[in-house]
């Protein structure tokens, strides 16, 4: 363990938390009373992807490693195919199993907002995209790499990542808070056993998109 901590790990850490979220805070407070369109949305999601190779060039000229320190390569794409499916399973799992308990205790969650009726599915699309990618590389990737090497504690590279990651879910409600948590733990779970963050983004799309995407497109069909 290395206790002193390089000053582009800091501003990555920085980014990689706060970033996205002050971002989206600050589209929402702007956005807040009017209805999204494709155009505002596009923007806001190239904001954040902008934010997030900012990132990845703090990682590769301020660090001065390769984006395998986050578990980002290009290797073994078989086994991290079948490796997304078995996230993706086991999230899709977990999800049913909480939102049925919230649904035994009577609380509710999933109902929707009208904010996004104007918002085409290709762009819906594209949030799932960004969800996937830069959530996992700032939350799996960068910060529990990061946290694990210069602190060697589990509560703080495990449990802190995914308690954030799930309190910036906070407009979705304390159901929403609890379900961002729990698959932030087991997203976590799964990158820290495997390393391979091209399977957590696979499968964290994947869990967005089915839900949110496709399943609204077969029942529209129907």
């Known amino acids: 363990m290395n206790n002193k901590i ?3 790990t800091i501003m990555g850490l920085i980014l990689a938390f706060f970033g996205g979220p002050l971002l989206l805070f600050i589209f929402n407070q702007i956005t807040d009373d009017i209805q999204l369109t494709n155009t505002i949305v596009i923007i ?14 703090l990682i590769v000229k301020g660090e001065k490693l390769n984006l395998e320190s986050i ?30 308990i919230f649904h035994l205790l009577g609380i509710s969650y999933g109902e929707g907002s009208n904010r996004y009726d ?18 996992e590389i700032s939350y799996r990737g960068f910060i529990i790499e990061r946290l694990e090497k210069y602190t060697g504690n589990r509560l703080i590279y495990l449990y802190l990542p995914a308690l954030i990651f ?27 056993k495997k390393r391979d963050l091209k399977a957590n983004i696979i499968a964290h799309f994947l869990v967005d998109f089915i839900p949110n995407i496709l399943v609204p497109l077969i029942a529209g069909a129907s």
Do not use: D
């Open 71 to 100: 578990g980002l390569h290009n290797k073994h794409w078989g086994k991290s195919l079948v490796l997304a499916l078995l996230i993706t399973i086991s999230s899709v799992v977990l999800l049913a199993c909480i939102v049925g």
């Open 6 to 8: 390089p000053k582009s």
């Open 44 to 57: 806001r999601e190239s904001c954040l992807f902008i934010l997030t190779g900012l990132l990845l060039v």
């Open 118 to 135: 104007n918002v085409s599915m290709l762009v819906l699309s594209i949030i799932m995209v960004r969800a996937g990618v830069i959530e």
């Open 166 to 192: 799930g309190m910036l879910h906070y407009r979705q409600g304390l159901a929403g808070i609890v379900i961002a948590t729990a698959a932030g733990l087991l997203l976590a779970f799964f990158y820290l």
